[in-house]
């Protein structure tokens, strides 16, 4: 079993920054890669980013690509999603995820979920 809790989210100006965070306990992180998720109401859960467990590789959704970067410091058992130039339509909850396989963009790859963070970005 992997707990996972998010952090760091918040509300921000269209064009702002925020780092969110992904704190794990229980099982090592470093067996695991790390996915990021966000849903907006009445949607369904997107993919947004994954690194695999060693940081080696990573995966981007076209949504986001160039404005988020995805990384974790496997030493303090923590994910980080950087997002930068953040748009009005990038509001959602975000939450992080591990996985068994690799930083795969499929909800169903990921058996441990977080509760979410919530990112609201004004225009």
């Known amino acids: 079993q992997v707990q996972l809790v998010e952090s760091g989210g918040g509300l921000v100006q269209a064009g702002g920054s925020l780092k969110l965070s992904c704190a794990a306990s229980?099982?090592?992180?470093?067996?695991?890669?790390m996915g990021w998720f966000r849903q907006a109401p009445g949607k369904e859960r997107e993919f947004v980013a994954a690194?695999?467990?060693?940081?080696?590789?990573?995966n981007y959704a076209d949504s986001v690509k160039g404005r988020v970067t995805v990384s974790r410091d496997n030493a303090k058992n923590t994910g980080y999603l950087q997002m930068d130039a953040l748009k009005p339509e990038d509001t959602a909850v975000y939450l992080c995820?591990?996985?068994?396989?690799?930083?795969?963009?499929?909800?169903?790859?990921?058996?441990?979920w977080g509760q979410g963070t919530q990112v609201t970005v004004s225009s």
């Open positions: 995820a591990a996985a068994a396989g690799g930083p795969s963009p499929s909800v169903e790859a990921y058996g441990f």
């Open positions: 229980g099982r090592p992180f470093s067996l695991y890669t």
């Open positions: 690194i695999s467990w060693r940081g080696i590789s990573t």
